[in-house]
């Protein structure tokens, strides 16, 4: 699995942040989504699932790979 963001589109709403926190986190001055794990294990994958789909900006995407 590998993630990517779209800082651009981030809105820094934070709930990926909340679903996902060894995942993602937020930029403290503004809330825009920092990813601190691009490659995440399988452990990963349903809270980042979650995320993608709650993500208010579709500013999170997951490949193979
Ligand atoms: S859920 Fe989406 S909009 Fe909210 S902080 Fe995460 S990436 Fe940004």
């Known amino acids: 699995m590998k993630i990517k963001v779209d800082q651009h589109n981030c809105i820094g709403a934070g709930n990926c942040a909340q679903l996902a926190p060894k995942v993602f986190s937020q930029r ?21 699932a979650k995320a993608v ?4 900006a579709q500013a999170i995407s997951v490949s193979e790979g």
């Not at 789909?53 to 208010?56: M, S």
Request: a negative charge.
């Open 28 to 48: 403290e001055e503004d809330g825009v989504v920092i990813l601190l794990d691009e490659t995440p294990g399988d452990s990963e994958a349903e809270d980042v």
């Open 53 to 56: 789909k709650i993500c208010p």
